[in-house]
């Protein structure tokens, strides 16, 4: 019977280094190819279909998941590695075929926001970090005042919960600059 397979997951907040962690996690795995899956969910038009991409310029290749894909389908008898870029956009549904895969010995590592920009819990990573076999919190630094970032803090009035963006409409923020800029807005 195979080893359960280990999940890592890096969350926090925008411009924490999140995607920046999940490639050098990739690289230190020393893998060949066939043995690596790299995923991105279809909503992240940031950069390339087929790449991940960080805020200093670094990149990966990757295959851009939609909600229909099944992870399955990609699985050969020599993956050892699954990683997902911006986790929380990816559907529930794909918990279930993940836990599978860590039964079978497949690692998974996953980067995502924790929270969204009203502070509440952010789609799928919730699940992925109440699961994860190690889980590494990385901050940013506050855009207003220098201090450890744990927010992100949209910087226009836009209501939807999904606005895909970066500094156009984001900002990293502590606790105490995003609390004052929310308060702010809602006067």
Not at 86 to 94: H, L, V, Y
Not at 95 to 117: C, H, M, Q, T
Not at 156 to 163: A, R, S, Y
């Amino acid at each position: 019977m195979a080893q359960q397979g280990q999940l890592v997951v890096y969350y926090g907040c925008m411009f924490a280094g999140k995607t920046t962690a999940l490639i050098d996690y990739i690289s230190r795995a020393n893998l060949k190819p066939n043995e690596l899956l790299v995923f991105k969910p279809g909503i992240d038009n940031r950069a390339a279909k087929n790449m991940i991409t960080t805020h200093d310029g670094k990149k990966h290749e990757c295959l851009s998941m939609d909600h229909e894909t099944v992870l399955n389908d990609f699985i050969t008898p020599y993956t050892k590695l699954i990683a997902l870029d911006e986790a929380q956009f990816f559907n529930k549904i794909i918990f279930s075929e993940l836990k599978r895969l860590l039964l079978k010995g497949i690692n998974v590592v996953a980067a995502g926001l924790d929270k969204d920009y009203l502070a509440r819990p952010f789609g799928l990573m919730p699940l992925l970090m109440e699961h994860a076999s190690e889980l590494n919190a990385l901050n940013a630094t506050c855009n207003n005042c220098g201090n450890a970032a744990t927010h992100t803090y949209r910087k226009e009035g836009n209501k939807v919960l999904v606005l895909i963006g970066s500094e156009n409409y984001y900002e990293a923020r502590c606790e105490k600059c995003y609390t004052e800029g929310m308060s702010a807005k809602s006067v």
